[in-house]
């Protein structure tokens, strides 16, 4: 039985210490996988792949976090900002996350 209580405290403090940017953020969960003490992937977003238009313009908006502080915005439209695009041809996305204390969330998008 204290075996199962510390594992739901250790499981609790883990949710307690996610953000909007830890784990692949609210938008991104169901298309990258969750890792266990580190997480390093990107995955792209090909069902927003819009074939009239050149991917010949990128554009990387980030948000960072450190246990309960995140910053930054990695929104589409950042990143859209940040490399000039008016038209979007597809968006990737790119997490780094150790173990919900130190997370990254890269939004990345291809366009004209």
Same mark, same amino acid.
């Given at each position: ?7 739901a405290?250790?499981a609790?403090?883990?949710l ?9 953020g609210?938008?991104?969960t /169901? ?5 266990g ?6 995955s792209p ?6 074939n ?10 980030? /948000? ?11 929104s ?5 900002d940040a490399?000039?695009? %008016?038209?979007?041809?597809?968006i ?14 890269? %939004?990345?998008v291809?366009?004209?």
């Amino acid at each position: 039985m204290r075996k199962l209580m510390v594992a739901a405290a250790i499981a609790a403090l883990g949710l307690a210490l996610t953000g909007c940017v830890s784990a692949g953020g609210p938008s991104i969960t /169901s298309a990258i996988g969750i890792g266990g003490v580190i997480d390093d992937n990107g995955s792209p977003a090909s069902f927003n792949v819009d074939n009239s238009v050149k991917p010949i313009k990128c554009g990387e908006a980030t /948000s960072k976090g450190i246990v309960l502080y995140v910053s930054g915005d990695s929104s589409i439209k950042a990143a859209m900002d940040a490399g000039g695009i %008016t038209k979007i041809h597809h968006i990737d996305y790119r997490v780094f996350n150790i173990f919900n204390l130190y997370s990254k969330a890269t %939004t990345i998008v291809w366009g004209e």
